[in-house]
């Protein structure tokens, strides 16, 4: 065509314009139907509670390998004065002397109770310890998880469309380099010439010490509303607290991303590429639609099936392991707690970090597979 | 050969690049598709009909280049070669002029939308304005209906009212002459302008205004509404200005100019509502630089234009729906493609290509993959179609037996060459290329020995030269080696591409 | 059948597949992009062979390579511990401890490709077994397989792989005696259900010795190995542990699509045995996937392997590999000056790091488009 055509708006109003894409789907989800997708969630609730379970027997196995002793002292805070004592006291409360199964029921028991022992590694409550260090993750996630997922999808499409063309070849280079960076290599050499050489970012750390004070301080009357420092700054009437709490998200967030958005934008790609194959397109083009239509409402829809797995199992991944990133970036967040527990045998927390690792992935996997079965009509009975 | 044609095929050549090499799909066919008729296209497997059929609405997918001939598409007098039309034009076409039908139903089906939506965007790209002239109509009609409805209602109240005084009486027959002076207004009510003008607005939702139009129009507006305002304003003060008789008529005499400047103002007004950009008009996928876009009004809930639009379009698909004699249309149409069985799939794509009476439709062997039965009752369904719509049918097809019972005319291709074309008896009694003569003969036919055409049949990557049937030919001659013959006339309205008939 | 006939017959089979391989070499040597993946490839396995010419091993080290020569002119507290940039001495300078980068690096190419093979090849066999054999059978094997690497895929990896690395004892001792059993017993089962053929016969009544054998043993003699596992190997058998589920997951879905070709069911009804029906048939068709993860995956597991050792779980502190330098080099990320002042202590070992997993993952990445219109003519 001679003159460039944004049709991009106009054909996605087009599109929803013809007001059929979503609305049917809402309003004639018969009675049939909508019991078939309930059932179907359940099955896969109990599923989900299955694989949970022989989770946690896997991880509770491990902790029977040690002495009844050394399973005691998990229980036991670490400022009690006799330690003997304490640890008698934790051998009867938690049944450590009884039968497997008493002990595994009892330590399930507690498990959905919030207790789950004394986290050495960092000298509290195991939930307390994770409660308090997953905003950071969470900060990261939330910046990061959005803009790999749209940013892969858009790349990937265009990549697709205009294949070895220039943004197809850009794209695929970044993406191989990308994913090929370590992520500590990313971490550090952003930091080497953003934050050492030019100065615009902050160095390490998820605040800086001025607001930290801040915070800890009591006639400030700092209220953890929600936990996240991001939400809290601005809960409190200090938004250059947000502010900073941004200014330090920055780095991290631009390593995470450069890292995933390479599988995306390829399996995006690659995704479409065959989705741009299939008959259906054919029959699209026969039908006189336009190229943009043909793109966006048939052939994107149908490619990104296996690309909404993919971002499920990403943003469960982010959320329970940015472990290098957090270590260089000194953020303090799950992971990093999660090494540390490891390298210190903390076994409450890792178990605790493993079960909710556990927790997420199933209900990642779980909550994809339902977007599956809304998104592709096929997939409802299985 | 041009009597009466809607398409034409000449001497198209068509490529495909492939990393086995050139394969030279198409070497120069010749194919012309007549008003109202069925055109069988047969051929064995790898003779490029699918391709032919492709190339005639531009869909030959990467990497095939089209890389000769005319494909003319006649039109009530006009023709375009559609090989070199801009790629809106062919769009045009695509879904309203020709549209195709596939081999494997449920395959050519999108699998996440349903059969309604996908009927309903062939329409909406097409045949838009009429469904929304159509939908307005209906409201019109709807909302009519209902006020008549009220106004009968009250009527019958009135009648059945019987007063006692006087002055009861001729209130009574006042109120009773109100209502049927309303009753008869209604019967030739008109939309409002205003009416018009958002309905033209939702139907133009996505046509462009320059900036210089929307700001002259919203300065039209605006001056005239402050004038209307500033009218209204003096007409309220003279109305509550009362004075002596001298001043009463200045007065009636301001009041009267004033009445005629807002009886004016309101004209302009609804004149500019109705507006159209009448310099712009931009066709699908066109953008207007530094363009503005007018959103369409805002309406009341009941009659919510959009819905009922959607309403319009669904009646449409249902209907479309039936007319492919299938059961249950409107439960259908709710249903995905992979609910359907085979039959009932290749009629929902039956019906995509009807939804805006094309004048032809191409039809890739439809049947092929479908029970006996059920390919009866497909044919008799596009026999019945052709008898109602009136529209030229390009069957493709390798199965002889459906040629003979179905089609008008016949057109055979082998190795990427139409090699024979005639009327339908004449063909299967008189045969004239070798090819034609050996694939009636090798019919299988009880009592009688089986015979086939000797040789396999070609690769086109490296194609004979010559006359591409030569090495199967039992009439081969010489020239045959080496000149590829000429599609002629050689009876009436019977054509052939082969040395035995002069085509050299 | 004579022999000639036989190997005349097998070239006629693998006829086709030869022109399919010439096909793919020849699309690959059309892309840039894969020719530059081959060279980087190649270049890495040259600085592999050459090693001991480029970074002779100094005599301290008695001939062995395995240890990193630090550098013992600077002395004193305050200089030992300061990383020193690239002179001509050391070419890429020296980085905490004076460990000598350029050493370093090139003996760290052996140990690259030592670990990324080992852990790729062993993980791929296992998860392929386990695959094809769950898809192949179905049923409850498929289920429980299945159940079993979907419990180990639900863990992060990284986590269990330093859990596993850390709860593994220095020295295990192996109860081999047990291992046989386990495995014997797990295949005794499989095979039972094996058709009633001779292959099948074979394979269940070799299995079946083997029971019994490590039976015996068990009770009576158990025979235990002592393995010495370097820091570096718990690594890797972490890593493999946590590596095989993808690939069964992987060919389990390869095998389950193949499975219900028609070829599968003309070779069985042709009378093939199972094994012969998953060797000829369907390994061949579902097996190129494979091939491009295992070569994507080697990259990664370098790349996990660099992780874990700048968390601190790796090789030991002298010993030549790239992910061990650069954990070395986690001491500048203390200080804001000194990640520019010690750039090189990082950057160079990741550099390394970076090239070899781009070289990798530009050879799968060409080997995916090679293989996908193959893929897709099929």
């Known amino acids: ?382 | ?504 | 059948m004579s022999l000639t006939s036989r190997w005349e017959e097998f070239k006629t089979g693998m006829r086709p597949r030869i022109s399919e391989w010439r096909f793919m070499l020849k699309r690959m040597r059309q892309s840039n992009l894969a020719m530059a993946g081959l060279i980087i490839i190649l270049g890495f396995v040259v600085i592999a062979c050459l090693a001991p010419v480029l970074a002779p091993i100094p005599s301290v080290n008695r001939g062995n390579p395995w240890a990193i020569p630090q550098d013992q002119t600077i002395t004193g507290l305050v200089g030992y511990n300061v990383p020193t940039p690239p002179t001509t001495e050391h070419i890429f300078g020296t980085t905490y401890y004076q460990y000598d980068i350029y050493y370093g690096c090139i003996w760290g190419t052996i140990t690259a490709f030592r670990v990324g093979l080992t852990v790729v090849v062993i993980s791929l066999i296992v998860g392929l077994l386990i695959g094809t054999l769950a898809a192949f059978y179905g049923g409850v094997i498929d289920e429980a397989l299945m159940r079993f690497t979907d419990i180990i895929i639900a863990f992060p990896g990284l986590i269990l792989a330093i859990a596993i690395v850390l709860a593994f004892p220095v020295a295990i001792p192996l109860n081999l005696s047990m291992l046989f059993l386990g495995i014997s017993a797990f295949f005794v089962v499989i095979f039972l259900g094996l058709r009633r053929d001779r292959t099948g016969a074979i394979f269940t009544s070799v299995f079946l010795v083997i029971l019994a054998f490590s039976l015996i043993t068990y009770l009576y003699f158990p025979l235990i190995l002592n393995l010495n596992l370097g820091k570096l190997d718990k690594v890797l058998v972490a890593l493999t542990l946590v590596g095989w589920p993808g690939y069964a997951r992987l060919i389990r879905g390869e095998v389950l699509r193949v499975k219900n070709e028609d070829f599968v069911e003309a070779s069985r009804a042709s009378g093939s045995s199972d094994f012969r029906t998953i060797t000829r048939h369907i390994l061949p068709n579902s097996i190129y996937p494979v091939f491009i993860v295992a070569t994507l995956d080697i990259g990664s597991v370098i790349l996990t392997a660099a992780a874990l050792a700048f968390i601190g779980i790796g090789a030991p502190p002298n010993y030549p590999d790239w992910g061990q330098l650069v954990s070395a080099s986690q001491s500048v990320i203390t200080n804001a000056s000194n990640i520019v002042l010690y750039f090189h202590t990082f950057f160079i070992p990741g550099f390394f790091i970076a090239m070899f997993v781009v070289g990798w993952n530009l050879l799968g990445d060409a080997l995916r488009d090679v293989l996908d219109p193959m893929l897709r003519r099929r």
């Open chain 2, 1 to 504: 050969m041009s009597k009466g044609s809607i398409v034409e095929v000449q001497d198209l050549e068509v490529k495909f690049y492939t990393y086995a090499g050139v394969v030279e799909a198409l070497d120069g066919v010749n194919l012309f598709v007549r008003e109202g008729e069925i055109l069988g296209l047969v051929g064995e497997t790898g003779s490029g009909k699918s391709v032919t059929s492709l190339s005639i609405m531009r869909l030959v997918p990467p990497p095939g280049v089209i890389e000769g001939g005319r494909i003319i598409l006649r039109d009530s007098g006009k023709q375009q070669n559609t090989l070199t039309m801009k790629e809106d034009t062919i769009r045009k076409v695509r879904g309203k002029d020709i549209s195709m039908i596939f081999q494997e139903p449920r395959a050519y089906l999108n699998p996440v939308y349903s059969v309604e939506n996908q009927i309903a965007e062939v329409m909406l790209v097409h045949r838009r304005e009429e469904l929304l002239e159509n939908s307005i109509a209906s409201v019109q009609k709807r909302l009519i209906d209902g006020r008549k409805a009220v106004l009968e209602k009250e009527k019958a109240r009135l009648d059945k009212e019987n007063p006692q005084g006087e002055k009861e009486k001729v209130e009574l027959a006042k109120r009773r002459q109100t209502i049927e002076k309303r009753l008869a207004a209604l019967t030739a009510k008109q939309p409002s302008n205003n009416e018009i003008a958002s309905y033209r607005r939702l139907l133009k939702a996505e046509r462009y205004w320059s900036t210089e139009n929307a700001r002259q129009f919203q300065k039209k507006k605006a001056k005239l509404e402050r004038l209307r305002a500033t009218l209204e304003k003096q007409k309220t003060e003279l109305e509550g200005k009362k004075g002596t008789e001298k001043q009463m008529v200045s007065i009636n005499k301001q009041k009267q100019s004033v009445m005629a400047w807002l009886g004016q103002c309101n004209r302009q007004y609804a004149e500019l509502m109705q507006v159209e950009p009448t310099e712009y008009k931009p066709g699908l996928g066109t953008r207007i630089p530094g363009a503005v876009r007018v959103r369409a009004m805002r309406f009341p809930a009941r009659f919510n234009r959009k819905r009922q639009f959607q309403n319009e379009v669904r009646k449409e698909v249902v209907k479309v729906l039936k007319s492919v004699e299938i059961p249950d249309p409107e439960r259908v149409a709710r249903m995905y493609p992979h609910e359907l069985s085979g039959g009932m799939a290749q009629r929902v794509v039956i019906a995509m290509a009807l939804a805006c009476n094309p004048r032809m439709l191409i039809a890739d062997e439809p049947t092929t993959n479908l029970d006996v039965t059920v390919q009866a009752q497909i044919l008799n369904l596009v026999k019945t179609l052709k008898k109602n719509l009136g529209s030229a049918i390009l069957y493709i097809t390798h199965d002889l037996g459906v040629v003979a019972q179905s089609c008008d005319r016949v057109a055979v291709m082998y190795a990427g060459n139409v090699v024979e074309t005639a009327d339908v008896f004449e063909t299967f009694s008189n045969p004239l290329h070798p090819y034609t003569r050996a694939l009636l003969d090798s019919i299988p036919r009880p009592g009688e020995p089986f015979k086939s055409i000797p040789g396999i049949v070609p690769s086109l990557v490296n194609p004979l030269k010559g006359c591409r049937f030569h090495d199967r030919c039992s009439y081969a001659t010489e020239q045959c080696l080496s000149v590829k013959p000429k599609f002629i006339e050689v009876k009436p309205d019977h054509y052939v591409s082969c040395h035995l008939y002069g085509g050299s």
């Open chain 1, 1 to 382: 065509m001679r003159h460039k055509t944004r049709e991009t708006e106009g054909t996605r109003n087009r599109a929803s314009a013809t007001g059929l894409n979503i609305d049917f789907r809402l309003i004639y989800v018969g009675v049939s139907e909508m019991a078939n997708l309930a059932a179907y969630i359940v099955r896969r609730l109990i599923l989900l509670v299955f694989v949970l379970l022989g989770v946690t027997i896997l991880v509770f196995i491990v902790t029977m390998l040690l002495p009844v002793d050394m399973r005691a002292l998990l229980y036991v805070h670490g400022s009690v004065k006799y330690l003997t004592e304490a640890i008698a006291n934790a051998i009867q409360q938690y049944h450590l002397n009884a039968p497997f199964y008493v002990q595994y029921w009892t330590w399930l028991i507690n498990l959905l109770h919030g207790n789950l022992g004394w986290s050495v590694s960092s000298n509290q409550d195991v939930v307390v310890s994770i409660a308090t260090k997953w905003p950071y993750t969470f900060e990261i996630v939330v910046f990061a998880a959005p803009l790999i997922i749209f940013l892969g999808i858009y790349l990937g499409v265009q990549s697709a469309i205009h294949r070895n063309g220039p943004i197809d070849q850009a794209s695929r280079l970044l993406s191989i380099i990308g994913w090929s960076l370590p992520s500590f290599f990313v971490g550090m050499l952003l930091l080497a010439v953003f934050a050492g050489i030019l100065g615009w970012f902050p160095y390490a750390g998820s605040m800086t010490n001025t607001w930290l004070v801040y915070m800890l301080t009591p006639k400030n009357h700092f209220m953890h509303y929600t936990g996240i420092d991001l939400f809290d700054g601005l809960l409190n009437g200090q938004p250059y607290l947000s502010l900073d709490v941004l200014w330090h998200c920055v780095l991290p967030v631009i390593t995470v991303v450069t890292i995933d958005v390479a599988l995306l934008i390829r399996v995006m790609r690659s995704s479409m590429l065959e989705t741009l194959s299939k008959p259906y397109i054919t029959t699209a083009r026969s039908k006189g639609l336009s190229n943009k239509v043909v793109i966006y409402k048939h052939a994107r829809r149908n490619a990104l099936i296996p690309v909404a797995t993919l971002s499920g199992m990403l943003v469960a991944g982010l959320l329970t392991g940015l472990i290098i990133t957090e270590t260089v970036f000194g953020f303090g967040g799950l992971g990093s707690a999660a090494v540390k527990a490891i390298t210190n045998l903390d076994i409450p927390f890792i178990m605790g970090y493993t079960v909710l690792t556990a927790l997420l992935f199933v209900s990642a996997n779980l909550i994809v597979d339902i977007m599956y079965a809304y998104i592709d009509p096929r997939i409802r009975l299985d």
